[in-house]
């Protein structure tokens, strides 16, 4: 709906005999019609004269509150012109272009309104088909959206024209879903356990971002893979090492067992003797008491012999003493015995 500047009374006049023509109240009420209003509406003068200008308007909520604002408007004396749908008589869909004209009393005001119209359901077609592409769009749109890629909209009902638009669309998602869809053939195969399942081939764009980043991935991961491989042999050979010092320290350990037990009978053996000798060690004992007695005896007799060799020293003095006295008298006999001779 568009708004139009002033047409003058000549203007007006052509328009009446070219275009379908009818003349309103200030209420909307329908005053008169010309021939082509009845021809393009199906309704007679008789028929139509008297009733509301919204006999013509199709169901739908949508259409009333656009219908109530364009009254609105023209009483306003604002002139609109536009595509409005109506209906005709038999309720076949009517797409006409009108022009309405308020129509000024003496003093400035609405009194009434000229309707213009030209029949432009010829585009009533194109108009459904351009909702039933719209309506394929948003569905398409939607299944992508939630991932649905191999979703394809249904180009049966559209026209030949809307229908070329879509298979143009979705050629652009198997562009787009092409290498996805090769990427998750690859991804399958490397769940497999497949690490060679790189993407080859040529891409550009984001594309190629996708294929470098996936294949980077894939060689980080074969990186990793070899590096653990190669700690995995490390870890056999140093197992077999192990296994190899656990035989060693296992006949060893056998070994030790038998020493032990050759042990443990030595022990056994020598906790007999350890046994007799502490009988023995009893015995000795005893017998050291007696000896210690018998010691003890020795002693006192010892001391006793120390005195009498004491006491044999002092007359072994005196007699030597006595020994001395005598040879010097038997050396003066002798002496005198000299001398006398």
């Known amino acids: 709906m568009h708004r139009m500047s002033k047409v003058d009374a000549a203007e007006l ?3 009446r005999e070219m275009l379908a023509y009818a003349r309103l109240d200030r209420e909307g009420k329908i005053v008169q019609v010309n021939s082509q209003f009845q021809q393009l509406t199906g309704y007679s003068q008789g028929q139509i004269a008297g009733r509301h200008h919204r006999v013509l308007l199709p169901e739908g909520r949508e259409h009333i509150q656009a219908f109530e604002q364009l009254w609105q408007d023209l009483q306003r004396g604002e002139p609109l012109f536009g595509l409005y749908e109506r209906v005709s008589k038999d309720g076949q869909p009517l797409l006409l272009r009108s022009f309405y004209c308020p129509i000024a009393g003496p003093k400035g005001q ?3 309104v000229a309707l213009y119209a030209s029949d432009q359901s010829d585009m009533l077609e ?3 088909m351009s909702k039933q592409y719209a309506t394929e769009v948003s569905g398409l749109y939607n299944a992508v959206r939630d991932g649905r890629l191999s979703f394809r909209a249904d180009t049966s009902q559209l026209s030949p024209q809307y229908a070329e638009m879509m298979r143009q669309i979705h050629s652009i998602i198997d562009v787009i879903v092409a290498p996805i869809e090769e990427l998750l ?3 399958s195969r ?5 690490l060679t399942a790189y993407i080859e081939g040529e891409r550009h764009g984001d594309h190629a971002k996708l294929k470098d980043q996936y294949n980077q991935v894939l060689d980080e991961l074969n990186t990793i893979l070899n590096k653990i491989r190669n700690a995995s042999d490390q870890i056999m050979t140093g197992s077999d090492e192990v296994a190899s010092s656990s035989h060693v320290l ?3 350990a056998t070994r030790q067992a038998a020493a032990l037990e050759q042990i443990a009978t030595s022990i056994a053996q020598m906790s007999d003797k350890i046994n007799d000798t502490a009988v023995n060690a009893t015995d000795a004992a005893e017998l050291a ?3 210690g007695g018998l010691a003890k005896d020795g002693d006192q007799r010892m001391k006793a012999m120390v005195e009498a060799m004491g006491e044999i020293k002092e007359s072994s003095n005196s007699i030597s003493q006595i020994i001395k006295v005598i040879d010097e ?5 002798n002496l005198l015995a000299l001398n006398a001779a």
């Open 13 to 15: 006049a052509a328009l």
């Open 110 to 112: 609405v009194i009434g």
């Open 126 to 128: 194109e108009r459904a």
């Open 185 to 187: 053939s690859q991804m």
């Open 190 to 194: 490397f769940c497999e356990g497949d």
């Open 250 to 252: 296992s006949n060893g």
């Open 289 to 291: 008491g007696k000896a």
């Open 329 to 333: 008298i038997a050396f003066q006999t």
